[in-house]
């Protein structure tokens, strides 16, 4: 039973460049969660969706982070127009969101350089 | 501001004895605690969670006790391994329609032989 997949793992991009960070669930579980951990920081949440839906976008930047669930496909994270501040490690959750389960569980990270 | 805090950064312990890692919270209104261990270069791995309306909960070597009014909870690992050195990450969450995770800064443990 493959765990939460995350690709590409190390990713690098110069100034001004897009970023695109895919990730697949855990078989079965359909609500995805996006996590940023910037250097010697605990993990911040971005955002909370569910197949189509935004379900909450509360810690995204206003303006050049987009995310996406798709019906079919992985979920993306897209970071337009990168800045040396955006460097950080990008990690998606998932769970199955039944009665009494909270869980998430991880995937291994996208590490994005800006350069 | 800091919802859920792991107030030390590192805890050493000799191998077979007693780690105990701390985390304090603000927000009474949290439903749920979580536990996640995460090695460099790896992402967190679920290790044990708590209700609100619980006081202990117990898995194998890790059992994680809650204190609601003090706002505090910790994890204690009985007995210690090396295998178990890797920084220790606290979250808490509510109900409702988001299952956000607010998260502590870590607690780097390093069990030595």
């Known amino acids: 039973n493959a765990g939460v997949m995350q690709n590409p793992r190390h990713l690098v991009r110069r100034r001004g460049q897009e970023a695109r960070l895919r990730c697949s669930p855990m078989k079965g579980h359909s609500h995805v969660y996006w996590y940023r951990q910037l250097p010697e920081e605990g993990l911040k949440f971005m955002v909370y969706l569910q197949k189509e839906n935004i379900i909450d976008e509360s810690g995204m930047p206003k303006e050049r982070f987009s995310a996406e669930f798709p019906k079919e496909g992985p979920s993306i994270l897209r970071i337009q127009q990168v800045v040396r501040g955006d460097s950080a490690a990008y990690f998606c959750a998932s769970s199955p969101r039944t009665s009494g389960s909270y869980e998430q569980y991880f995937g291994p990270g996208t590490r994005l350089t800006v350069t | 501001d800091q919802q859920v805090k792991q107030n030390s950064p590192s805890l050493s312990v000799q191998e077979g004895r007693i780690s105990i890692l701390n985390c304090d919270y603000t927000?009474?209104?949290?439903?749920?605690f979580l536990w996640y261990k995460k090695y460099p270069a790896e992402g967190p791995t679920f290790l044990i969670s708590?209700?609100?309306?619980?006081d202990k909960n117990e898995d194998g070597r890790f059992t994680v006790f809650l204190n609601k009014s003090a706002k505090h909870l910790s994890l204690h690992i009985v007995p210690s391994q090396p295998g178990d050195s890797a920084v220790y990450f606290c979250?808490?969450?509510?109900?409702?329609?988001?299952?956000?995770?607010?998260f502590g800064t870590g607690t780097l443990l390093a069990v030595q032989p």
């Open positions: 927000n009474s209104m949290f439903d749920y």
């Open positions: 979250a808490a969450g509510k109900g409702g329609a988001t299952n956000k995770l607010i």
């Open positions: 708590i209700s609100s309306i619980k």
